[in-house]
Nanobody, 120 residues
Framework: VQLQASGGGLVQAGGSLTLSCAAS????????MGWYRQVPGKQRELVAD???????DYVESPKGRFTISRDNAKNTVYLQMNTLKPEDTAVYYC???????????????WGQGTLVTVSS
């Protein structure tokens, strides 16, 4: 099982980006999917999370500007980021709690990270 993230890049303040993360491999089921971000010297922090049924949760800072969604048929989670601010600059990591076909237990998986840079 692996997660492949894409969509990061350089954008001016006020602009938009959409991140995507696709899970692939021997997947039996996926529970939560989410996005985290990390800046140098700080801990990785949750940005947004979405359950299998589409229930979402956001941290305070990007609330109202970011939208998380998922396509269960494609095992993909998205993060639509609008009105980006310089303080949104970070490496964004996707996360998914997945039960592989080879296990009865759910396992926490991470994508490789994608850099988002917002210039002022």
């Amino acid at each position: 099982v692996q997660l492949q993230a894409s969509g990061g890049g350089l954008v001016q303040a006020g602009g938009s980006l959409t991140l995507s993360c696709a899970a692939s491999g021997s997947i039996a089921s996926i529970a939560h999917m989410g996005w985290y971000r990390q800046v140098p010297g700080k801990q990785r922090e949750l940005v947004a999370d979405i359950t299998t049924d589409g229930v979402t949760d956001y941290v305070e800072s990007p609330k109202g500007r970011f939208t998380i969604s998922r396509d269960n048929a494609k095992n993909t989670v998205y993060l639509q980021m609008n009105t980006l601010k310089p303080e949104d600059t970070a490496v964004y990591y996707c996360n998914a709690v997945i039960r592989p076909t080879t296990s009865w237990a759910y396992v926490n998986y991470w994508g490789q990270g994608t850099l988002v840079t917002v210039s002022s």
